[in-house]
Protein backbone atom coordinates (compact mmCIF):
# COMPACT_ATOMS: atom_id res chain seq x y z
CA UNK A 1 0.00 0.00 0.00
CA UNK A 2 2.85 2.32 0.51
CA UNK A 3 3.56 4.88 -2.06
CA UNK A 4 0.02 3.42 -4.08
CA UNK A 5 -2.47 6.78 -4.81
CA UNK A 6 -5.97 6.39 -4.95
CA UNK A 7 -8.26 9.18 -5.93
CA UNK A 8 -6.18 12.24 -4.77
CA UNK A 9 -4.88 10.50 -1.31
CA UNK A 10 -1.22 9.12 -1.70
CA UNK A 11 -0.25 6.29 1.01
CA UNK A 12 2.94 7.73 2.84
CA UNK A 13 3.50 5.22 5.57
CA UNK A 14 1.81 2.58 7.89
CA UNK A 15 0.61 4.22 11.08
CA UNK A 16 -1.44 1.05 12.86
CA UNK A 17 -3.02 -1.89 12.79
CA UNK A 18 -6.14 -3.53 14.83
CA UNK A 19 -8.66 -6.06 14.41
CA UNK A 20 -10.71 -3.88 12.09
CA UNK A 21 -7.98 -3.26 9.50
CA UNK A 22 -5.14 -1.38 8.74
CA UNK A 23 -4.18 2.51 9.51
CA UNK A 24 -2.02 4.62 7.13
CA UNK A 25 -0.80 7.98 7.17
CA UNK A 26 -1.98 9.81 3.90
CA UNK A 27 -1.47 13.36 1.68
CA UNK A 28 -4.63 14.49 0.20
CA UNK A 29 -3.13 15.96 -2.79
CA UNK A 30 -6.06 18.15 -3.42
CA UNK A 31 -6.16 20.06 -0.11
CA UNK A 32 -2.22 19.59 0.47
CA UNK A 33 -3.15 18.77 4.10
CA UNK A 34 -2.31 14.98 5.70
CA UNK A 35 -4.84 12.56 6.52
CA UNK A 36 -5.52 8.90 7.99
CA UNK A 37 -7.16 6.30 6.34
CA UNK A 38 -8.18 2.89 7.31
CA UNK A 39 -8.35 -0.35 5.41
CA UNK A 40 -10.37 -2.98 5.63
CA UNK A 41 -10.31 -6.40 5.14
CA UNK A 42 -12.21 -7.95 2.03
CA UNK A 43 -15.30 -9.01 3.84
CA UNK A 44 -15.88 -5.71 4.77
CA UNK A 45 -16.69 -4.35 1.25
CA UNK A 46 -19.70 -4.39 0.39
CA UNK A 47 -21.42 -1.20 0.37
CA UNK A 48 -23.63 -0.82 3.74
CA UNK A 49 -26.48 0.60 2.05
CA UNK A 50 -27.37 -2.94 0.76
CA UNK A 51 -26.96 -4.66 3.98
CA UNK A 52 -25.09 -7.47 4.79
CA UNK A 53 -27.88 -10.23 6.04
CA UNK A 54 -26.98 -13.69 7.33
CA UNK A 55 -24.44 -15.42 9.24
CA UNK A 56 -20.73 -14.30 9.44
CA UNK A 57 -21.43 -11.31 7.00
CA UNK A 58 -19.16 -8.88 8.64
CA UNK A 59 -18.68 -6.51 11.39
CA UNK A 60 -20.25 -3.65 10.30
CA UNK A 61 -16.66 -1.86 9.83
CA UNK A 62 -17.41 0.98 7.31
CA UNK A 63 -17.27 3.79 9.72
CA UNK A 64 -18.58 6.87 8.71
CA UNK A 65 -18.03 9.43 10.48
CA UNK A 66 -15.27 8.20 12.48
CA UNK A 67 -13.63 10.28 14.96
CA UNK A 68 -15.98 13.69 13.44
CA UNK A 69 -18.17 14.71 11.49
CA UNK A 70 -15.78 15.03 8.07
CA UNK A 71 -15.26 11.88 7.82
CA UNK A 72 -15.86 9.84 4.43
CA UNK A 73 -16.26 6.28 2.99
CA UNK A 74 -13.69 5.32 -0.54
CA UNK A 75 -14.67 2.00 -1.50
CA UNK A 76 -11.91 0.31 -3.92
CA UNK A 77 -11.78 -1.41 -6.46
CA UNK A 78 -9.38 -3.44 -5.21
CA UNK A 79 -11.60 -5.43 -3.01
CA UNK A 80 -10.41 -3.07 -0.36
CA UNK A 81 -12.62 -0.40 1.86
CA UNK A 82 -10.43 2.77 2.41
CA UNK A 83 -11.83 4.58 4.42
CA UNK A 84 -11.02 8.38 5.59
CA UNK A 85 -10.77 9.75 8.31
CA UNK A 86 -10.24 13.15 8.27
CA UNK A 87 -9.03 15.20 10.85
CA UNK A 88 -10.07 18.61 11.75
CA UNK A 89 -8.07 20.93 10.70
CA UNK A 90 -6.77 22.03 14.59
CA UNK A 91 -5.21 18.26 15.00
CA UNK A 92 -2.07 16.69 13.70
CA UNK A 93 -1.48 12.78 13.23
CA UNK A 94 1.12 13.18 16.18
CA UNK A 95 -1.14 14.72 18.28
CA UNK A 96 -1.68 11.95 21.51
CA UNK A 97 -5.15 13.07 22.24
CA UNK A 98 -8.37 11.54 20.24
CA UNK A 99 -11.25 13.52 19.50
CA UNK A 100 -14.04 13.90 21.77
CA UNK A 101 -15.15 10.32 22.31
CA UNK A 102 -19.34 10.44 21.91
CA UNK A 103 -20.23 8.01 19.09
CA UNK A 104 -17.95 6.71 16.54
CA UNK A 105 -19.93 3.60 15.60
CA UNK A 106 -21.49 3.68 12.54
CA UNK A 107 -22.87 -0.13 12.48
CA UNK A 108 -24.90 -0.04 15.75
CA UNK A 109 -25.15 -3.97 16.79
CA UNK A 110 -27.96 -5.20 19.73
CA UNK A 111 -27.31 -8.50 21.54
CA UNK A 112 -31.04 -10.04 22.09
CA UNK A 113 -31.54 -12.74 24.42
CA UNK A 114 -34.83 -14.68 23.89
CA UNK A 115 -36.21 -16.78 26.13
CA UNK A 116 -39.55 -18.94 27.33
CA UNK A 117 -42.02 -18.63 29.79
CA UNK A 118 -39.63 -21.07 32.12
CA UNK A 119 -36.86 -18.74 31.21
CA UNK A 120 -34.74 -21.17 28.81
CA UNK A 121 -33.29 -19.77 25.59
CA UNK A 122 -35.10 -20.38 22.24
CA UNK A 123 -32.84 -21.22 19.79
CA UNK A 124 -32.91 -21.32 16.20
CA UNK A 125 -34.37 -18.38 15.46
CA UNK A 126 -34.03 -16.43 11.81
CA UNK A 127 -33.55 -13.23 10.99
CA UNK A 128 -36.96 -13.00 9.35
CA UNK A 129 -38.55 -13.63 13.26
CA UNK A 130 -37.45 -10.03 14.17
CA UNK A 131 -37.93 -6.90 13.81
CA UNK A 132 -35.81 -3.83 15.30
CA UNK A 133 -37.49 -0.52 15.72
CA UNK A 134 -35.50 3.00 16.77
CA UNK A 135 -37.51 5.30 17.98
CA UNK A 136 -40.55 3.33 16.99
CA UNK A 137 -39.28 3.35 13.33
CA UNK A 138 -38.51 -0.48 11.72
CA UNK A 139 -34.39 -0.49 10.72
CA UNK A 140 -33.16 -3.05 8.40
CA UNK A 141 -31.18 -5.63 9.62
CA UNK A 142 -27.80 -5.36 8.02
CA UNK A 143 -25.96 -7.72 10.17
CA UNK A 144 -27.71 -10.92 11.95
CA UNK A 145 -26.15 -13.14 14.39
CA UNK A 146 -27.24 -16.75 15.28
CA UNK A 147 -25.99 -18.41 18.95
CA UNK A 148 -22.39 -19.14 19.47
CA UNK A 149 -20.89 -16.95 17.45
CA UNK A 150 -16.96 -16.03 18.06
CA UNK A 151 -17.05 -13.37 20.95
CA UNK A 152 -15.15 -10.41 21.53
CA UNK A 153 -14.35 -10.02 25.47
CA UNK A 154 -12.42 -7.99 27.60
CA UNK A 155 -12.25 -8.66 31.19
CA UNK A 156 -11.44 -6.03 33.90
CA UNK A 157 -10.01 -7.09 36.75
CA UNK A 158 -9.71 -4.85 39.78
CA UNK A 159 -6.46 -5.62 41.31
CA UNK A 160 -5.95 -3.21 44.19
CA UNK A 161 -4.89 -3.05 47.47
CA UNK A 162 -8.75 -4.03 48.56
CA UNK A 163 -8.59 -7.63 46.49
CA UNK A 164 -5.77 -8.57 48.99
CA UNK A 165 -8.55 -9.28 51.61
CA UNK A 166 -9.10 -12.71 51.76
CA UNK A 167 -7.17 -13.11 48.70
CA UNK A 168 -10.29 -12.08 46.76
CA UNK A 169 -7.92 -11.53 43.57
CA UNK A 170 -6.62 -15.27 43.46
CA UNK A 171 -9.86 -17.06 44.12
CA UNK A 172 -11.39 -14.53 41.30
CA UNK A 173 -9.05 -15.59 38.88
CA UNK A 174 -9.08 -19.29 39.79
CA UNK A 175 -12.83 -19.40 38.34
CA UNK A 176 -12.17 -17.54 35.62
CA UNK A 177 -11.29 -20.32 33.47
CA UNK A 178 -14.61 -21.51 31.27
CA UNK A 179 -15.16 -17.59 30.52
CA UNK A 180 -11.54 -17.28 29.60
CA UNK A 181 -11.33 -20.35 27.44
CA UNK A 182 -15.24 -19.86 25.80
CA UNK A 183 -17.38 -21.90 23.75
CA UNK A 184 -15.47 -20.80 19.97
CA UNK A 185 -12.56 -21.01 18.42
CA UNK A 186 -12.10 -17.91 17.24
CA UNK A 187 -13.49 -15.69 20.72
CA UNK A 188 -10.82 -12.62 21.13
CA UNK A 189 -10.55 -12.37 25.02
CA UNK A 190 -8.09 -9.83 26.42
CA UNK A 191 -7.43 -8.48 30.28
CA UNK A 192 -7.67 -5.12 31.37
CA UNK A 193 -6.18 -4.60 35.45
CA UNK A 194 -6.97 -1.74 37.08
CA UNK A 195 -6.36 0.29 40.58
CA UNK A 196 -6.69 3.78 40.33
CA UNK A 197 -4.57 3.69 37.46
CA UNK A 198 -5.81 1.76 34.52
CA UNK A 199 -3.26 -1.15 33.32
CA UNK A 200 -1.94 -1.90 30.04
CA UNK A 201 -4.52 -4.26 27.96
CA UNK A 202 -3.76 -8.24 27.83
CA UNK A 203 -4.71 -9.33 24.66
CA UNK A 204 -4.64 -13.50 25.60
CA UNK A 205 -2.83 -15.71 22.63
CA UNK A 206 -4.20 -19.48 22.21
CA UNK A 207 -2.11 -21.09 24.71
CA UNK A 208 -3.01 -18.73 27.38
CA UNK A 209 -6.99 -19.04 25.95
CA UNK A 210 -6.41 -23.48 26.84
CA UNK A 211 -4.21 -22.95 29.80
CA UNK A 212 -5.78 -20.26 31.96
CA UNK A 213 -3.81 -20.27 34.82
CA UNK A 214 -1.20 -18.66 32.49
CA UNK A 215 -3.60 -15.74 31.64
CA UNK A 216 -3.12 -13.79 35.10
CA UNK A 217 -2.77 -10.31 36.58
CA UNK A 218 -0.86 -9.53 39.61
CA UNK A 219 -1.45 -7.90 42.31
CA UNK A 220 -0.67 -3.84 42.64
CA UNK A 221 -1.04 -1.01 44.98
CA UNK A 222 -3.77 1.60 44.81
CA UNK A 223 -7.30 2.32 44.35
CA UNK A 224 -10.61 2.11 42.52
CA UNK A 225 -10.76 3.73 39.27
CA UNK A 226 -13.50 1.83 37.75
CA UNK A 227 -15.55 4.38 35.87
CA UNK A 228 -11.62 5.06 33.91
CA UNK A 229 -11.05 1.41 33.46
CA UNK A 230 -14.75 0.41 31.94
CA UNK A 231 -13.95 3.93 29.53
CA UNK A 232 -10.56 2.93 28.37
CA UNK A 233 -12.16 -0.62 27.75
CA UNK A 234 -15.04 0.49 25.72
CA UNK A 235 -12.35 2.52 23.82
CA UNK A 236 -10.58 -0.75 23.31
CA UNK A 237 -13.42 -2.71 21.98
CA UNK A 238 -13.56 -0.31 18.98
CA UNK A 239 -11.26 -2.51 17.02
CA UNK A 240 -13.34 -5.50 18.20
CA UNK A 241 -12.69 -8.61 15.93
CA UNK A 242 -16.68 -9.68 16.00
CA UNK A 243 -19.74 -7.76 16.36
CA UNK A 244 -21.20 -9.74 19.07
CA UNK A 245 -18.81 -7.85 22.29
CA UNK A 246 -18.98 -8.11 25.85
CA UNK A 247 -17.19 -6.69 28.68
CA UNK A 248 -16.96 -8.33 32.37
CA UNK A 249 -15.95 -6.42 35.47
CA UNK A 250 -14.82 -8.05 38.70
CA UNK A 251 -13.88 -5.71 41.94
CA UNK A 252 -14.46 -5.61 45.59
CA UNK A 253 -15.02 -1.85 45.39
CA UNK A 254 -16.75 1.30 44.35
CA UNK A 255 -15.48 4.06 42.36
CA UNK A 256 -13.36 6.27 44.12
CA UNK A 257 -10.62 7.87 42.31
CA UNK A 258 -11.99 8.13 38.74
CA UNK A 259 -11.79 11.46 36.34
CA UNK A 260 -14.58 10.54 35.00
CA UNK A 261 -18.60 10.75 36.49
CA UNK A 262 -20.91 8.09 36.20
CA UNK A 263 -23.52 9.79 34.22
CA UNK A 264 -20.72 10.36 31.84
CA UNK A 265 -19.72 6.46 31.76
CA UNK A 266 -23.37 6.11 31.29
CA UNK A 267 -23.28 8.12 28.22
CA UNK A 268 -20.08 6.09 26.51
CA UNK A 269 -22.07 2.87 27.70
CA UNK A 270 -25.13 3.73 25.79
CA UNK A 271 -22.98 5.09 22.51
CA UNK A 272 -21.00 1.85 22.60
CA UNK A 273 -21.42 -1.99 21.11
CA UNK A 274 -20.46 -3.96 24.29
CA UNK A 275 -22.59 -4.98 26.66
CA UNK A 276 -21.49 -4.46 30.60
CA UNK A 277 -21.74 -7.77 32.42
CA UNK A 278 -20.96 -5.86 36.65
CA UNK A 279 -19.75 -8.33 39.29
CA UNK A 280 -19.16 -6.81 42.79
CA UNK A 281 -17.33 -9.35 44.57
CA UNK A 282 -18.07 -8.34 48.08
CA UNK A 283 -18.04 -10.32 51.69
CA UNK A 284 -22.05 -9.89 53.16
CA UNK A 285 -21.11 -7.22 55.19
CA UNK A 286 -20.05 -5.21 53.07
CA UNK A 287 -22.74 -6.23 50.54
CA UNK A 288 -25.30 -5.52 53.63
CA UNK A 289 -24.04 -1.98 54.39
CA UNK A 290 -24.30 -1.02 50.64
CA UNK A 291 -28.19 -2.39 50.18
CA UNK A 292 -29.15 -0.01 53.08
CA UNK A 293 -27.83 2.78 51.45
CA UNK A 294 -29.46 5.16 49.10
CA UNK A 295 -27.78 6.68 45.97
CA UNK A 296 -24.38 7.65 47.72
CA UNK A 297 -22.30 6.06 50.16
CA UNK A 298 -19.29 8.53 52.35
CA UNK A 299 -16.25 6.80 52.73
CA UNK A 300 -14.06 7.03 55.80
CA UNK A 301 -12.30 9.73 54.10
CA UNK A 302 -15.67 12.03 54.01
CA UNK A 303 -16.31 12.00 50.54
CA UNK A 304 -19.33 10.96 49.18
CA UNK A 305 -19.20 8.40 46.45
CA UNK A 306 -21.89 6.38 44.15
CA UNK A 307 -23.37 3.42 45.87
CA UNK A 308 -21.89 0.38 43.72
CA UNK A 309 -25.10 -1.66 44.12
CA UNK A 310 -26.79 1.29 42.34
CA UNK A 311 -24.60 2.48 39.90
CA UNK A 312 -23.31 -0.62 39.01
CA UNK A 313 -27.10 -1.96 37.79
CA UNK A 314 -27.64 1.69 35.72
CA UNK A 315 -24.69 0.48 33.66
CA UNK A 316 -25.69 -3.32 32.85
CA UNK A 317 -29.11 -2.12 32.02
CA UNK A 318 -28.06 0.67 29.98
CA UNK A 319 -25.56 -1.62 27.89
CA UNK A 320 -28.32 -4.49 28.02
CA UNK A 321 -26.51 -7.06 30.17
CA UNK A 322 -27.01 -7.69 34.38
CA UNK A 323 -25.24 -7.09 37.13
CA UNK A 324 -24.44 -9.71 40.40
CA UNK A 325 -23.29 -9.52 43.25
CA UNK A 326 -22.00 -12.75 44.62
CA UNK A 327 -20.39 -13.17 48.04
CA UNK A 328 -18.60 -16.48 48.02
CA UNK A 329 -16.53 -18.54 45.46
CA UNK A 330 -19.31 -20.47 44.95
CA UNK A 331 -21.38 -18.15 43.85
CA UNK A 332 -19.31 -16.31 41.64
CA UNK A 333 -18.41 -19.20 39.64
CA UNK A 334 -22.14 -19.73 39.07
CA UNK A 335 -21.94 -16.11 38.21
CA UNK A 336 -19.43 -16.17 35.54
CA UNK A 337 -21.15 -19.76 34.26
CA UNK A 338 -24.12 -17.74 33.59
CA UNK A 339 -22.79 -14.39 32.46
CA UNK A 340 -21.24 -17.36 29.36
CA UNK A 341 -24.00 -18.93 28.95
CA UNK A 342 -26.36 -15.91 28.14
CA UNK A 343 -23.31 -13.69 25.90
CA UNK A 344 -23.13 -17.04 23.83
CA UNK A 345 -27.22 -18.19 23.75
CA UNK A 346 -27.92 -14.44 22.33
CA UNK A 347 -28.64 -13.56 18.55
CA UNK A 348 -26.77 -10.65 17.36
CA UNK A 349 -28.62 -7.38 15.33
CA UNK A 350 -27.27 -4.53 13.56
CA UNK A 351 -27.95 -2.04 11.95
CA UNK A 352 -27.18 1.46 10.22
CA UNK A 353 -28.75 3.88 12.58
CA UNK A 354 -29.91 7.12 10.61
CA UNK A 355 -28.08 9.44 13.05
CA UNK A 356 -25.88 8.51 15.89
CA UNK A 357 -25.78 12.30 17.74
CA UNK A 358 -27.96 11.55 19.96
CA UNK A 359 -29.92 9.48 22.45
CA UNK A 360 -32.37 6.99 20.67
CA UNK A 361 -35.17 4.21 21.64
CA UNK A 362 -34.46 0.66 20.97
CA UNK A 363 -37.18 -1.95 21.12
CA UNK A 364 -36.76 -5.45 19.61
CA UNK A 365 -39.77 -7.94 18.52
CA UNK A 366 -39.99 -11.44 17.98
CA UNK A 367 -42.65 -13.43 16.16
CA UNK A 368 -43.01 -15.91 18.42
CA UNK A 369 -46.09 -15.89 21.20
CA UNK A 370 -44.96 -16.37 24.89
CA UNK A 371 -41.36 -15.34 25.05
CA UNK A 372 -39.12 -12.89 27.11
CA UNK A 373 -36.87 -10.16 24.98
CA UNK A 374 -34.09 -8.80 27.03
CA UNK A 375 -31.80 -6.50 25.05
CA UNK A 376 -30.46 -2.93 25.48
CA UNK A 377 -33.28 0.05 25.01
CA UNK A 378 -31.21 3.24 24.26
CA UNK A 379 -28.30 3.84 22.24
CA UNK A 380 -26.65 7.06 21.19
CA UNK A 381 -25.32 10.17 23.25
CA UNK A 382 -26.07 13.44 24.03
CA UNK A 383 -23.19 13.93 25.76
CA UNK A 384 -22.65 17.71 24.69
CA UNK A 385 -20.35 19.32 27.63
CA UNK A 386 -20.13 15.82 29.14
CA UNK A 387 -18.58 14.43 26.58
CA UNK A 388 -15.14 12.09 27.32
CA UNK A 389 -11.98 12.38 26.32
CA UNK A 390 -9.56 9.59 25.59
CA UNK A 391 -5.73 9.54 24.65
CA UNK A 392 -4.25 7.60 21.95
CA UNK A 393 -3.83 4.70 23.95
CA UNK A 394 -7.31 4.53 24.73
CA UNK A 395 -6.48 6.65 28.55
CA UNK A 396 -8.39 9.18 29.99
CA UNK A 397 -7.52 12.35 29.18
CA UNK A 398 -5.39 13.95 32.47
CA UNK A 399 -5.58 17.36 30.49
CA UNK A 400 -9.09 16.94 29.72
CA UNK A 401 -10.35 15.73 32.87
CA UNK A 402 -8.25 17.10 35.85
CA UNK A 403 -8.34 15.99 39.28
CA UNK A 404 -9.68 19.09 41.64
CA UNK A 405 -6.04 18.55 43.19
CA UNK A 406 -4.16 18.64 40.51
CA UNK A 407 -3.89 22.10 40.10
CA UNK A 408 -1.81 22.20 43.16
CA UNK A 409 0.61 19.65 41.71
CA UNK A 410 4.16 20.69 41.38
CA UNK A 411 7.77 18.88 40.65
CA UNK A 412 10.82 19.44 43.03
CA UNK A 413 14.33 20.33 41.50
CA UNK A 414 14.82 16.56 42.05
CA UNK A 415 11.70 16.02 39.92
CA UNK A 416 9.47 14.40 43.10
CA UNK A 417 5.77 15.35 43.08
CA UNK A 418 4.49 17.98 45.66
CA UNK A 419 1.42 18.74 46.17
CA UNK A 420 0.63 22.04 48.61
CA UNK A 421 -3.01 22.77 49.93
CA UNK A 422 -3.28 26.37 51.86
CA UNK A 423 -6.93 25.65 51.79
CA UNK A 424 -8.12 29.19 50.72
CA UNK A 425 -10.25 27.48 47.92
CA UNK A 426 -13.07 25.49 48.23
CA UNK A 427 -13.47 24.11 44.84
CA UNK A 428 -9.68 22.05 45.49
CA UNK A 429 -11.48 18.52 46.43
CA UNK A 430 -11.73 18.18 50.04
CA UNK A 431 -14.67 17.09 52.03
CA UNK A 432 -16.63 20.58 52.35
CA UNK A 433 -19.65 19.25 54.44
CA UNK A 434 -20.90 19.81 58.15
CA UNK A 435 -17.69 18.84 60.56
CA UNK A 436 -15.08 18.96 57.63
CA UNK A 437 -15.34 22.89 56.19
CA UNK A 438 -13.21 25.39 54.78
CA UNK A 439 -12.95 28.46 56.39
CA UNK A 440 -10.81 31.34 56.02
CA UNK A 441 -8.47 30.33 58.96
CA UNK A 442 -7.90 27.02 57.38
CA UNK A 443 -9.23 23.41 56.85
CA UNK A 444 -11.79 23.31 59.87
CA UNK A 445 -12.87 19.78 61.41
CA UNK A 446 -14.82 19.37 64.47
CA UNK A 447 -16.71 16.78 66.22
CA UNK A 448 -18.71 17.03 69.43
CA UNK A 449 -19.78 14.20 72.26
CA UNK A 450 -22.54 13.74 74.62
CA UNK A 451 -21.01 15.13 77.75
CA UNK A 452 -19.47 12.76 80.11
CA UNK A 453 -17.95 10.63 77.33
CA UNK A 454 -14.65 10.19 77.28
CA UNK A 455 -12.68 9.07 74.16
CA UNK A 456 -9.67 6.58 74.26
CA UNK A 457 -9.02 6.02 70.54
CA UNK A 458 -9.79 6.73 67.00
CA UNK A 459 -12.29 3.35 66.70
CA UNK A 460 -15.76 4.66 65.45
CA UNK A 461 -15.13 8.06 67.59
CA UNK A 462 -13.84 10.14 65.00
CA UNK A 463 -13.77 12.33 61.97
CA UNK A 464 -11.30 11.89 58.66
CA UNK A 465 -10.84 13.83 55.98
CA UNK A 466 -8.08 13.00 53.15
CA UNK A 467 -7.75 13.98 49.46
CA UNK A 468 -5.08 14.47 47.23
CA UNK A 469 -2.17 12.33 45.16
CA UNK A 470 -2.08 8.73 45.72
CA UNK A 471 1.05 7.82 47.97
CA UNK A 472 3.53 5.67 48.55
CA UNK A 473 7.15 7.10 50.16
CA UNK A 474 6.38 10.70 50.88
CA UNK A 475 7.18 13.21 53.77
CA UNK A 476 4.37 15.23 54.48
CA UNK A 477 3.75 18.43 56.89
CA UNK A 478 0.91 20.45 58.16
CA UNK A 479 0.38 23.01 61.12
CA UNK A 480 -2.79 22.18 63.54
CA UNK A 481 -4.17 24.23 65.58
CA UNK A 482 -6.69 23.58 68.53
CA UNK A 483 -7.08 24.64 72.27
CA UNK A 484 -5.87 21.23 73.41
CA UNK A 485 -8.05 20.23 76.46
CA UNK A 486 -8.07 17.70 78.55
CA UNK A 487 -10.50 16.13 80.32
CA UNK A 488 -10.22 17.22 84.33
CA UNK A 489 -8.95 14.54 86.40
CA UNK A 490 -8.26 12.55 83.82
CA UNK A 491 -4.85 10.78 83.10
CA UNK A 492 -2.86 10.43 80.10
CA UNK A 493 -4.52 8.40 77.59
CA UNK A 494 -8.13 10.08 78.26
CA UNK A 495 -8.03 13.18 76.07
CA UNK A 496 -10.93 14.84 75.04
CA UNK A 497 -9.06 17.23 72.32
CA UNK A 498 -7.60 14.67 70.02
CA UNK A 499 -6.31 15.55 66.52
CA UNK A 500 -3.43 14.38 63.97
CA UNK A 501 -2.75 13.43 60.44
CA UNK A 502 -4.03 10.22 59.06
CA UNK A 503 -1.78 8.96 56.22
CA UNK A 504 -1.52 5.64 53.64
CA UNK A 505 -5.82 6.05 53.90
CA UNK A 506 -6.90 3.18 51.39
CA UNK A 507 -9.31 0.86 51.45
CA UNK A 508 -7.64 -1.69 54.30
CA UNK A 509 -7.15 1.05 56.67
CA UNK A 510 -5.24 4.04 57.83
CA UNK A 511 -2.32 5.10 60.14
CA UNK A 512 -2.35 7.84 62.78
CA UNK A 513 -0.34 10.11 64.24
CA UNK A 514 -2.14 11.44 66.79
CA UNK A 515 -1.24 14.80 69.48
CA UNK A 516 -3.63 15.54 72.73
CA UNK A 517 -2.72 18.03 75.26
CA UNK A 518 -3.07 20.06 78.44
CA UNK A 519 -2.32 23.27 80.18
CA UNK A 520 -3.61 25.29 76.53
CA UNK A 521 -0.91 22.62 74.69
CA UNK A 522 2.45 23.47 77.29
CA UNK A 523 2.21 19.75 77.91
CA UNK A 524 1.30 17.14 74.86
CA UNK A 525 1.46 13.69 74.54
CA UNK A 526 1.11 11.85 71.15
CA UNK A 527 0.30 8.27 69.78
CA UNK A 528 0.07 6.04 66.99
CA UNK A 529 -2.06 4.01 66.07
CA UNK A 530 -3.05 1.94 63.24
CA UNK A 531 -6.46 0.84 62.40
CA UNK A 532 -7.70 -2.23 60.42
CA UNK A 533 -11.10 -2.18 58.46
CA UNK A 534 -11.58 -5.55 57.51
CA UNK A 535 -10.43 -6.65 61.20
CA UNK A 536 -12.59 -3.83 62.57
CA UNK A 537 -9.95 -2.95 65.19
CA UNK A 538 -7.60 -0.74 66.02
CA UNK A 539 -3.47 -1.73 66.91
CA UNK A 540 -1.56 1.01 69.29
CA UNK A 541 2.19 1.39 67.65
CA UNK A 542 2.94 4.02 70.42
CA UNK A 543 0.84 4.40 73.43
CA UNK A 544 0.06 7.72 74.70
CA UNK A 545 3.47 9.62 75.71
CA UNK A 546 4.12 12.62 77.41
CA UNK A 547 6.24 15.25 75.42
CA UNK A 548 7.44 18.69 76.11
CA UNK A 549 5.86 21.49 73.82
CA UNK A 550 8.84 23.57 72.90
CA UNK A 551 8.06 27.31 74.24
CA UNK A 552 7.61 30.43 71.55
CA UNK A 553 9.30 33.62 72.45
CA UNK A 554 6.23 36.03 73.67
CA UNK A 555 4.05 33.04 74.18
CA UNK A 556 2.05 32.35 77.28
CA UNK A 557 0.03 29.19 75.50
CA UNK A 558 0.72 27.22 72.66
CA UNK A 559 -2.03 26.46 70.38
CA UNK A 560 -0.23 25.27 66.95
CA UNK A 561 2.13 22.48 66.00
CA UNK A 562 3.60 21.54 63.25
CA UNK A 563 3.32 17.76 62.55
CA UNK A 564 5.59 15.50 60.27
CA UNK A 565 5.66 12.06 58.62
CA UNK A 566 7.63 10.10 56.22
CA UNK A 567 7.37 6.71 55.50
CA UNK A 568 9.84 5.35 53.19
CA UNK A 569 9.79 1.26 52.29
CA UNK A 570 7.79 0.41 55.53
CA UNK A 571 9.88 2.84 57.86
CA UNK A 572 7.81 5.67 59.51
CA UNK A 573 9.33 8.04 61.32
CA UNK A 574 6.89 11.35 62.55
CA UNK A 575 8.38 14.55 64.21
CA UNK A 576 6.23 17.64 66.23
CA UNK A 577 7.29 20.81 66.46
CA UNK A 578 10.97 19.73 64.29
CA UNK A 579 11.09 17.01 67.45
CA UNK A 580 11.41 13.32 66.28
CA UNK A 581 9.07 11.44 68.56
CA UNK A 582 9.02 7.79 67.20
CA UNK A 583 10.85 5.66 64.45
CA UNK A 584 9.50 2.66 63.48
CA UNK A 585 9.34 -0.14 60.95
CA UNK A 586 5.43 -1.11 59.74
CA UNK A 587 4.51 -2.68 56.19
CA UNK A 588 0.92 -3.19 56.74
CA UNK A 589 -0.37 -0.41 54.35
CA UNK A 590 2.32 0.90 52.07
CA UNK A 591 0.22 3.31 50.05
CA UNK A 592 -2.81 5.42 50.43
CA UNK A 593 -4.10 9.50 50.88
CA UNK A 594 -2.84 12.14 53.38
CA UNK A 595 -5.35 13.72 55.58
CA UNK A 596 -6.48 15.08 58.77
CA UNK A 597 -8.91 13.33 61.98
CA UNK A 598 -10.02 14.52 65.56
CA UNK A 599 -11.40 12.30 68.05
CA UNK A 600 -13.25 12.87 70.77
CA UNK A 601 -14.99 16.35 71.72
CA UNK A 602 -12.36 18.15 68.83
CA UNK A 603 -11.95 21.33 66.68
CA UNK A 604 -8.80 21.54 65.29
CA UNK A 605 -7.51 23.94 61.95
CA UNK A 606 -5.43 22.42 59.79
CA UNK A 607 -2.88 25.00 57.47
CA UNK A 608 -0.34 24.32 55.08
CA UNK A 609 -0.09 21.06 54.02
CA UNK A 610 2.60 20.30 51.86
CA UNK A 611 3.83 16.17 50.86
CA UNK A 612 6.30 15.36 48.52
CA UNK A 613 7.15 12.01 47.25
CA UNK A 614 10.42 10.40 47.77
CA UNK A 615 12.47 9.92 45.38
Not at 106 to 124: C, E
Not at 199 to 228: C, F, N, W
Not at 275 to 292: A, H, L, P, S
Not at 455 to 469: D, F, K, L, N, Q
Request: hydrophobic share 35%.
Amino acid sequence: MVGTTISHYKVIEKIGQGGMGEVYRAEDTNLSREVAIKVLPEQFTQDPSGGLLGRGSGTGSAMRNYGNARGKEIFSSLAWCLVLLLMSSGLALAQPEVPVFKVSINLQSVAVRVTDRQGNDVHGLSADDFTLLENGRPQKIAFFGVEYEPLSLTILIDSSTSMQSGGKLDRAQGVLGPLIRGNHPEDEVSLLPFTDQVGRIQPLTGAQHLDTPRAKVALRSGGTALYDALASALCHMRSARHPRQAIVVITDGADQHSRLRLEQLIELARSSNPQIFMIGFYDQNEYKVYRQRSETVTLVSGHEIDNPLIAFRRLAEESGAESFFPTSDRDLKVVLDRISAIVQAQYTLAYYPPSVDRVRTIKVEVKRRGVKIEARRQVGSDAGDGAVRLTASCEVSANEHPYPWESRVSQSPSKTTVYREDFSDPQSGWPNRAGSTYRPEGYVMSRSVSPGTISTGPVGEGRIAAYGPWWEGFRASVLVDSDWRQTRGAGTGLHATTAGMVFHLNEGGYYALLLSGADRGKTMAFKIVRNVFWEGREYVITPWTEIIAPSMPGQTERTQHKITVESDQGLIRVAVDGQLLESFRDDTFTDGLVGFGVFGNSRAIFRDLVVEGLP
